[in-house]
């Protein structure tokens, strides 16, 4: 693999070029249960503005200037269409120029990389994906209860 920087500043833009792989540990609820809350480290690359983003997960600045990582739900014209795995109802839509980079692999709690290009992560994907939402949100909120009953 590529040299991987570090980012821990929210000028990845100014820093990360575009093609370089960076990484950055997942800080929210959002992306369960395929990315975990402070367990996971995601690998990125940031995109040029004429890649083909659709059904990835990626990275991208929304309305109040944060950057968050969620899956593309569809592309439209200029407006791109998002949703955390985690978030059942909540979609949120963004410029296209503003996606900033896409996932190609995660680093486990317990130090394993697993591509987001392997036949085992699109299955897990889809076998998540094709769960009824109301199933789904029982789930997320086991998951979420176990997340902060193991950090406390």
């Not at 950055?24 to 975990?36: A, D, E, Q, R």
């Not at 083909?52 to 990582?69: L, Q, T, Y």
């Not at 795995?85 to 394993?112: C, F, H, M, W």
Request: hydrophobic share 40%.
């Amino acid at each position: 693999m590529s040299k991987i920087a570090e980012i821990t500043t929210k000028s990845i833009e100014d820093i990360v070029e575009v093609g370089q792989l960076f990484k950055i540990v997942v800080t929210g609820y959002s992306m369960l249960p395929l990315l975990g809350l402070r367990r996971d480290t995601i690998i990125l690359r940031r995109i040029d503005d004429n890649e083909d983003i659709s059904g990835r997960i990626a990275m991208f600045r929304n309305e109040k200037g944060h950057i968050v990582v969620h899956r593309v739900i569809s592309v439209d014209n200029n407006m791109v269409t998002l949703r955390g795995d985690g978030n059942l109802y909540q979609v949120e839509q963004s410029p296209r120029t503003e996606i900033i980079a896409l996932l190609e692999s995660v680093i486990r709690e317990n130090g394993k990389e697993v591509s987001c290009t392997s036949k085992q992560w699109h299955r897990k994907e889809r076998r998540w994906l094709a769960l009824p939402l109301w199933m789904r949100r029982y789930i997320l909120a086991i998951i979420r209860r176990w997340c902060d009953f193991r950090d406390k």
